[in-house]
Each structure stands twice: as structure tokens, then as C-alpha cells.
């Protein structure tokens, strides 16, 4: 996806995690993240919304330590006046990724092109996700994620964050795993061990312990932990069962 289109991603999909706060009540509970309210989910976003445009806009070469970042982002407000300041943050953030120059240096933790397309990228699936779980809170579904954002999300989750060194997805026996989209290329060949796992792209069929195979939006939420694969009606799982318990306790993301 181009830098432009993950921009567009994030406008969107930050809208429509506010529209879907709007339709509940701040103390209503996430359930796809345990132990959270809808107000926690605002202010995390939220935050993370301005941090990343701190870092843009000063042109940051290290993250910020936990001190110094909230005295640059400021405490959230009030449950009040949580909405808005969201949606203030949002938009801000937003305008920053527009407006910032190609060539922009900054920090950055996972491989991009460049500094400006890792934090588009990274914000549009940190909203996209989020805002899935607004609507979980809300208690209503919201559309799916366009094809092309859900294949990138898949991407960036198996070929970015589960290669980090800081990665939990270890196996003391090989074993292996397949992503198969059926509406979209590419697949993902996941090799797990006991050091960080090797994945690989390929159009050609490989065998795997476990196969996953099903719509592009199902497999984004079922391998970002949003969605139980027994809920993932249209996802087919064909082999070694244990790798889904595997995923779901150690494909997180800290």
C-alpha cells in the first residue's frame, strides 16, 4: 500500500472507533481486550495517536522515556471530554502523516522504506485494530476492513512484529504455518523454533503443520487475536490444532 492510501486508512478507521464509542457508554467492557473499558481503549489510542505525532513532528531520532512522553502528550481528559479529545488527536495525527516531508528522519522500529511510511502503516493497523474493538464494545459490528488493509495488517503482524528478537512465538520443536488469503495474494510461510521465526512469501503451495485459509479481514482478526478461530466461520483450519492455542497465547503484541 502506498503512503497516501494507509493515511486514508487511518482517517477512516479513527472515525469510525469514535462513531462506535459514540453508541456506548464509556464503562462498557472490551472483550477483545480483557480488563478494559471503552475508556481505557480511548485514552490508549489516543495517546499512542499523539505520541507517534510527537515523534513526527520533532523529527525524534530515540523514543522518549515514559516521563518525558507524558510531558509531551499531556494527561487525557476528563471521561467527559474523552471523545474529543480523542477525535482532536486523531485529527492531528492525520494532518502530521500529510503533511510531513517524503524525507522525513525519525525513529522507527520495524523495517519500511521510510520513517514516513513505517508510521503510516503502523497507525493505520493500530486504529484499524482498535476500532474493532470499540465496535466489539459497542456491541455492534462495524464494516470490514478493506482487502488490501487487511493483507497489509497480516503482513506487517507476521513479517514485522513476529520477527522482533522481543517476540514470544517460540516452539521447542519445529513446526510450521501457513497463511493462505483467499482473496488476495500473498501467502505466508511461518517456520517456528525455538529461535526468532522465519517467515517467507510464496504463491506456490507449501505444506504446513497448520493451514489457514479463509477471507483476508477473517484471518486479520483472527492472527491479531480479535476474533476466536471457533468464531472465524469463514476461516478453515486444516491441521495441527494446538498451533492456534500456540498463536493466541504467544502472537502478542507489548
Sequence with gaps: MKITEHIDALRHEGVRLADAAARAELSAPVPTCPGWQLADLLRHTGRVHRWA?????????????????????????????????????????VATLTEAPADIECWSFLPAPSPLAFWARRQAHETAIHRHDADAAAGTPGPAVDTALALDGIDELVRGFMTRSRATLRSDRPRTLRVRPTDGAP????????????????????????????????????????QPAGQARKVEATGDQDLLDLWSEAATIS
Design 53 to 93: 505525532a510527537d515523534i513526527l513532528a520533532r523529527g525524534l531520532r530515540a523514543p522518549l522515556d515514559e516521563a518525558d512522553a507524558d510531558a509531551a502528550i499531556g494527561a487525557p481528559p476528563s471521561d467527559a471530554a474523552l471523545l474529543d479529545w480523542f477525535r482532536e488527536g486523531h485529527a492531528a495525527l
Design 187 to 226: 501467502s505466508w510461510h511461518l517456520t517456528i523454533t525455538q529461535e526468532t521465526p522465519a517467515v517467507t512469501t510464496d504463491e506456490s503451495p507449501k505444506p504446513a503443520d497448520l493451514t489457514l485459509t479463509g477471507p483476508a479481514h477473517e484471518l486479520y482478526l483472527l492472527l491479531w487475536n480479535r
